[in-house]
């Protein structure tokens, strides 16, 4: 039941609304953790990383902890405009405080939290041949009018696995160093506003597969500066929790963007709050836009 309540309350984010793989300006999943819909576009690298901050309080356990970590995502569009794979990761160094009577005794930890490669391709995309919707100018009731259409998202899948070297501290005991990991994407583009969803199954075959759903709700303000929203699910019998997120992102140039969020969960075992900072940045070698192609084509 719990993940069918899931599966209804969730609803990579981008700074501009897009209506093609390629766009002009960065496309951006950071500074939230969903994956937006759409592919960086063939011919462009893009490289998003960040810092992040943060602690951890544990009633049950009796712990404190201290961490500093850093995300990273490396993401490459090839052969289609739909097509793109991409790495994503995170390091992560924690120390731990554990009270015993007066003292407290501290052990720290440090390695790759997780790494996980994949492709994901663009199923459906609703605006490739979207008609424009002009305002009737007859009627000032009419200009408003809503279009059922818009609710349609576009839709994206994820296949990749996750992997692990060496003794890891972040693995649980039993945990293989090789799972599947699979996601299915949405987003709308309404304007200034953008709607992505993700549902993920992670570490499928595992004594304890995790079951995810993130909604990312992004506005922007204007070409450079947008804010957005995110609440996070997590599932498991390892660890479950619901996260929010919140932060801005700023478009310096069209293919660098910095980024700033903050995340808080609702739980007391852990209790968790973090800061991140980030940038984005990517080298476009991309030619010729398929969309723009088949626009020129239509006009023929």
Not at 144 to 155: G, K, N, Q, T
Not at 255 to 283: C, I, M
Request: glycine letters at 8%.
């Amino acid at each position: 039941m719990k993940i069918l309540k899931t599966l209804f309350l969730f609803l990579c984010i981008g700074i501009l609304p897009v209506h093609a793989q390629y766009t002009e300006t960065i496309n951006s999943n950071r500074p939230g953790s969903s994956q937006g819909a759409f592919a960086v576009g063939p011919g462009v690298l893009q490289f998003e990383t960040g810092g992040k901050y943060g602690g951890q309080e544990h009633i049950l356990l009796d712990t404190k902890s201290d961490l500093w970590g850093i995300d990273y995502m490396v993401r490459y569009g090839f052969l289609l405009e739909e097509l793109e794979v991409n790495l994503m990761g995170s390091f992560l160094n924690t120390s731990i405080d554990y009270e015993r009577g007066a003292s407290i005794e501290t052990r720290e930890i440090r390695n790759f939290e997780f790494n996980s490669i994949g492709l994901k391709y663009l199923v459906y995309d609703p605006y490739k041949y979207a008609k424009e919707k002009k305002p009737n100018l007859y009627s000032w009731n009419a200009a408003p009018e809503f279009y059922w259409s818009d609710l349609i998202p576009a839709v994206a899948v994820y296949a990749g696995a996750n992997v692990s070297f060496g003794d890891n501290p972040y693995l649980y005991e039993g945990e293989g160093k090789f799972s599947p990991r699979l996601a299915v994407i949405t987003q709308n583009n309404w304007g200034a506003w953008v709607l992505v969803l993700n549902l993920i199954a992670d570490k499928l075959g595992q004594e304890y597969p995790t079951y995810a759903g993130i909604a990312t709700l992004t506005h922007s303000f204007n070409q450079r500066f947008a804010v957005f929203t995110e609440f996070q699910e997590i599932i498991s019998d390892v660890y479950s929790d619901e996260i929010v997120r919140a932060g801005l992102a700023y478009l310096f140039h069209q293919d660098l963007q910095a980024d700033l969020s903050g995340l808080y969960n609702f739980k007391h075992t852990p209790s968790r709050w973090e800061v991140a900072l980030g940038l984005s940045y990517r080298f476009d070698w991309h030619k010729q836009d398929q969309f723009l192609e088949r626009a020129e084509d239509l006009q023929k």
